[in-house]
Nanobody, 123 residues
């Protein structure tokens, strides 16, 4: 079992930055891919970024060049640095993890989810 706890959400003005953190505990040695997803009101949960155990990263086109996913294995933590934020980035952001050998681009790839953290971009 893996437990995930997100933090770092909040309210920020357009053009501002937020850094989300996801701390993992439990059977973390078995994790293959970790991802950040987001869900806005009335919309489906969508992929934001993924990072593998080999540190390969992938991003949805709408955040490329603005968001950066990274991991600190010493702290069992994955980060999502979000810069140049736009109102359309407003959503609940979820951290997810999977022990399976998948690319992590689909919601169903993941076995474990955090509780989510709200990020609101508004003036």
């Amino acid at each position: 079992q893996v437990q995930l706890v997100e933090s770092g959400g909040g309210l920020v003005q357009p053009g501002g930055s937020l850094r989300l953190s996801c701390e993992a505990s439990g059977s973390i040695f078995s994790i293959n891919v970790m991802g950040w997803y987001r869900q806005a009101p009335g919309k489906q949960r969508e992929l934001v970024a993924t990072i593998t155990s080999g540190f390969s990263t992938d991003y949805v086109d709408s955040v490329k060049g603005r968001f950066t996913i990274s991991r600190d294995d010493a702290k069992n933590t994955v980060y999502l640095q979000m810069n140049s934020l736009k109102p359309e980035d407003t959503a609940v952001y979820y951290c997810a993890a999977t022990t399976r050998i998948v690319d992590g681009r689909r919601v169903n790839d993941y076995d474990y989810w955090g509780q989510g953290t709200q990020a609101t971009v508004s003036s």
